[in-house]
């Protein structure tokens, strides 16, 4: 479908979007204040993501891709994708004869970048680049008080970037983790465009980048360049660490300084005034001091009242785009300053992709020793003194690991580095093998790392245990999964007592560790699945000293306790675990069984938190159950209005009672497993005494 492009007049524009993650928030927001505009649709891989973004902003009907989404007659379309579809998209939305607004960065290589600009001279349309943080509002005053000469001659800029990406949640991998360049290709493409903005074009261009660890899967996660350009030079920081997140500039003048906070919004200027300079960096300090008192409230409540929009960059020169169009004025962003920038990371980040991809290739073409047992988690509290029984016993061991730990791990273990989520990685782990001890989990972070760790790694386990015949999965589970809330006091806790009935009410951890165990439990049914699963009660040992035990709260270093402390504690020491998980990969009478494993031995919270006053730093608390539950009502209206998950609710409350007592009839009699350490001896093993 070809036709003439809208560009001028009176007329309604019709304008649609591909693309309906974040950003498309933003563009929304701009173009539904625009009076000439008809949002006419909105297309998206993810039907369902894409018809929730129309009912917000009562877009008449969702696309399932761009040939679809022609009959809706559009003069203009929104590219917001990631970058590697910016360029089929664009070339698409020109051959309909449309106006094309894309995301930066405006495509992947300078050769996709030359064919959006030669097709759209081809079809008489528009492209421009959303370059935001150059249309911020106080970007754009700084730009203007350095125009006027407010500061002197602008000698050299100075761009200073944080962020952090969503958290790799499982299976395929994501851009951003795939393509060694992409931080910068991401952030980078701003700090150049905003330095160009004040000292010109860039003519040489140094990056270098470094590798914390912090993130694996992120790989290159600092970043460094230098700008020579034509009127000044540049530097640009980004990184994936610091924090708090920043987006700040500094304008260096010869008679003047101008910084600039995009995340407060704040533009200020320190000048050169008369007198000594100590005096003068004095009184700069509390004028900067004074006018950020005044203005932050001030932002704040433009903000909340909605005069101060949202990454107002992104509205404005959304807006600037379509008001160039409708008037015949230059655009804001020509696509050749989007080819510039998209040149210069070509040409200084190439190495970093190759390096990525080395590294890559280097851990899967990497050679594995044969070996007999697989441990997931094989680093962690548990795993490693079930790696070391394994090597006593004289198996050949394979660990898979997402970094390298911290402690050296023991001699004659293979190790396989990667993500869980990722089912390569663990296909290459488990092949070979003829046990797998799955004790690796997510332990912390928000839901995509349970995700990860949790879900998509007992899937990515169970499916490879299955394609390699896998003799024995051994699973270790949590009795989080049970009711906690409902159990009736007194009533023995089993095999078959009750899953919990509201897992996202109890929290991502229990959620999605229910999740995994059912995924075992139908794998052992419906695909032949040759596993046994371990639910043991909370697991202590030396090393676990920190850890609050059952129905206590760990807050900013404080144990809260709810109640009296009288409840008895699922307790068993960590060595005896490891008796567990041995006997069940042994034991026939263990395949396709549910086990809990629990010390019979009756140990209150009091009790166990007399132990626990002997580790320095450890501050105990008791507080009333009704009182915790006052405060967790308060909790949960702020989350209401701040529309947040909180971390205690009043269900939570009720669910941290322990779970007592216990019958671990099936342990003993499918595994023969008892306690060799018990209780007693754990607590003086971990605590002394």
């Known amino acids: 479908m070809t036709r003439t492009a809208h560009t001028t007049g009176s007329d309604r524009v019709r304008v649609a979007l591909v693309g309906a993650g974040y950003v498309a928030t933003h563009h929304l927001r701009a173009l539904k204040a625009l009076a000439f505009v008809d949002v006419v649709g909105i297309c998206d891989r993810d039907p369902a993501r894409a018809q929730a973004l129309a009912d917000k902003f009562g877009v008449a009907q969702v696309y399932p891709d761009l040939r679809a989404m022609a009959g809706a007659k559009p003069h203009v379309i929104h590219i917001l994708t990631p970058p590697e579809f910016h360029c089929p998209l664009a070339l698409e939305a020109m051959d309909m004869g449309c106006h094309v607004f894309v995301e930066k960065p405006m495509a992947e290589s300078v050769e996709e970048c030359d064919r959006m600009i030669a097709r759209a001279h081809e079809k008489g349309v528009q492209i421009s680049v959303n370059h935001s943080d150059r249309f911020d509002p106080v970007v754009l005053k700084a730009i203007d008080m350095a125009r006027s000469g407010a500061c002197g001659d602008i000698l050299a800029v100075h761009s200073i970037r ?18 060694g360049s992409y931080p910068f290709r991401d952030l980078g493409v701003h700090s150049m465009y905003l330095v160009e903005a004040f000292v010109g074009e860039i ?93 932050i409230p001030i932002n704040l409540v433009r903000f909340m009242t909605g005069s101060l929009k949202p990454s107002p960059g992104i509205y404005n020169c959304v807006q600037a785009f379509h008001f160039a169009l409708r008037n015949n004025k230059p655009l804001p962003v020509p696509p050749q300053e989007g080819r510039r920038m998209i040149a210069w990371v070509g040409q200084t980040c190439t190495a970093a992709d190759d390096d990525k991809q080395a590294r890559l290739h280097a851990e899967v073409s990497r050679e594995l020793p044969p070996a007999r047992v697989l441990v997931t988690g094989g680093a962690g509290f548990l795993g490693r003194p079930l790696v070391e029984r394994l090597l006593a016993r004289g198996d050949s061991v394979r660990l898979l690991l997402r970094r390298p730990p911290a402690e050296p791990l023991p001699d004659g273990v293979a190790v396989v580095y990667g993500s869980l989520g990722q089912p390569d990685v663990v296909d290459r782990a488990v092949e070979g093998v003829e046990v797998v001890y799955h004790v690796g989990a997510a332990m912390r972070g928000g839901a995509a790392e349970f995700e990860q760790g949790t879900v998509w790694g007992t899937r990515n386990v ?153 580790v320095e730093g450890v501050r105990i608390n008791r507080v009333p159950v009704w009182l915790l539950m006052i405060g967790a009502t308060g909790i949960e209206i702020l989350g209401e209005i701040l529309k947040r998950e909180v971390p205690l609710t009043r269900y939570r409350i009720r669910s941290l009672k322990p779970l007592s007592p216990f019958d671990v009839t099936k342990a003993k009699n499918l595994l023969g497993w008892s306690p060799h350490v018990g209780v007693g001896e754990g607590l003086k093993r971990t605590f002394g005494g």
């Open 462 to 614: 169970v499916d490879s245990c299955l394609r390699y015949r896998v003799k024995r999965l051994v699973y270790v589970s949590s009795l989080s999964v049970v009711d906690h809330a409902g159990h009736s006091s007194g009533v023995a806790v089993t095999e078959n007592t009750a899953y919990e009935p509201h897992p996202d009410r109890r929290g991502v951890y229990t959620r999605t560790k229910m999740q995994a165990e059912k995924m075992v439990l139908d794998a052992i049914r419906e695909r032949g699945l040759k596993a046994a699963i371990i639910r043991p009660g909370q697991i202590f040992g030396p090393g676990a000293e920190r850890v609050t035990p059952n129905g206590v709260i760990g807050i900013a270093g404080r144990w809260i306790v709810a109640g009296n402390g009288s409840r008895a504690l699922p307790l068993v020491y960590r060595d005896d675990v490891v008796d567990a998980l041995l006997l069940a990969e042994t034991s026939d009478a263990a395949a396709g069984q549910l086990i809990n494993v629990v010390d019979p031995t009756h140990v209150t919270q009091n009790e166990y938190l007399r132990h626990c006053r002997t």
């Open 162 to 179: 944080s962020s952090d990406y969503p958290t790799y949640a499982g299976g395929p991998l994501p851009a951003p983790y795939r393509q």
């Open 203 to 295: 003519q040489k261009l140094e990056v270098k980048w470094y590798e914390t660890g912090r993130d694996p899967m992120l790989t290159f996660d600092e970043w460094r360049a230098y700008a020579e350009c034509e009127n000044g030079t540049g530097s640009i920081y980004i990184s994936w660490n610091t924090r708090p997140i920043q987006s700040e500039l500094e304008v260096h003048g010869t008679r003047g300084v101008i910084r600039v906070d995009r995340f407060l919004q704040v533009c200020e200027m320190n000048r050169t005034l008369p007198g000594p300079k100590a005096i003068g960096n004095i009184i700069n300090g509390y004028r900067a001091a004074l006018r950020r008192s005044f203005r």
